[in-house]
């Protein structure tokens, strides 16, 4: 019991939340808006369950496996390159002497959950009609809309996740619950964020993940300088800098979740599935 006690105490110590449910629903929503015509139509027709999905990693997020994937503390690595597999990170982490749940775990959530779409993809474009297989890619969407707009909440990836004190250090302010609520509060519609936005499938999954994470560690100061506006009896919703980085970092988070599911199914397409999986028997074994 002491145990667990101790386990608690430090996932809270390095907690991160996420935007909030609504708020994942509308980027999701606004990412399956700026897919191309040729992409799968059950993919974008299912929009409802990729929607629905996408909340679903905060709902296990205090499961000790699935926690350090919703943060990236990167200062702790003191600018070292991030290797490409969760592996190779772990084995720096050691050479480092850094806990690697302190560090997190979300870009290569990002990047995993990205081929296992992929892997969900490349099963549709052998089975098309297969039922489960459609389900499963739109599930497997959600969890990398999740991850991916995750990464573009700039205060994810700080050791100053939920503040800073005058003294230079974190300090829980409760600015990160506020921010993870703005895309909801603010009631921004899909069709709003994703105006104008063309995504395109990238060549370097690592490497847009690394550049997007690199891109949201810009907005780290302009989003703890909101803190002045988001205090309680303050009306923050018609401040021009809460929309400015509301509007842009929902922007962001659509176009990068777009990118990730073209980039999917660009990848599915070059992926050969094992020779004893045949999807049109197998689902039939045990049935009477």
């Known amino acids: 019991m002491k145990r667990l006690a101790i386990v608690l105490v430090l996932l809270m110590a390095t907690s991160a939340s996420a935007w909030w449910p609504r708020g994942h629903g509308v980027l999701t929503r606004a990412a399956i808006e700026i897919l191309p015509s040729d992409f799968p139509v059950f993919m974008t027709s299912g929009v409802g369950v990729i929607a629905h999905s996408a909340v679903d990693p905060d709902l296990r997020k205090w499961i000790a496996a699935e926690h350090p994937l919703h943060y990236f503390n990167a200062e702790l690595l003191e600018g070292k390159t991030l290797p490409e597999s969760r592996f190779e990170f772990g084995r720096l982490c050691a050479s480092e002497d850094i806990k690697l749940e302190r560090v997190g775990l979300l870009p290569y959530a990002v990047a995993e959950s990205t081929e296992q779409l992929a892997y969900a993809l490349a099963e549709y474009r052998k089975w098309p009609e297969h039922p489960y297989i459609q389900d499963k890619c739109l599930v497997s969407a959600g969890i990398v809309a999740h991850y991916a707009q995750e990464l573009c909440q700039p205060l994810n990836l700080t050791i100053f996740w939920n503040g800073r004190g005058e003294d230079g250090k974190p300090k829980n302010t409760r ?15 899909p069709a709003i964020i994703a105006a104008d936005l063309k995504p395109e499938a990238v060549d370097s999954l690592m490497g847009a993940v690394v550049e997007t994470m690199s891109g949201s560690r810009k907005h780290i100061e302009q989003a703890l300088a909101l803190e002045k506006f988001l205090k309680k009896g303050v009306d923050y919703k018609s401040e021009e800098a809460v929309q400015e980085f509301t ?26 599935l094992p020779g004893w999986i ?10 009477p």
């Open 278 to 287: 045949d999807r049109g028997k197998m689902d039939h074994f045990g049935r």
């Open 175 to 189: 600015i990160h619950e506020n921010i993870d609520g703005l895309i909801q509060n603010l009631e921004l519609k």
């Open 247 to 272: 509007i842009q970092q929902a922007r962001a988070a659509a176009e990068f979740t777009a990118t990730l599911y073209l980039t999917a199914w660009k990848q599915s397409a070059s992926i050969k």
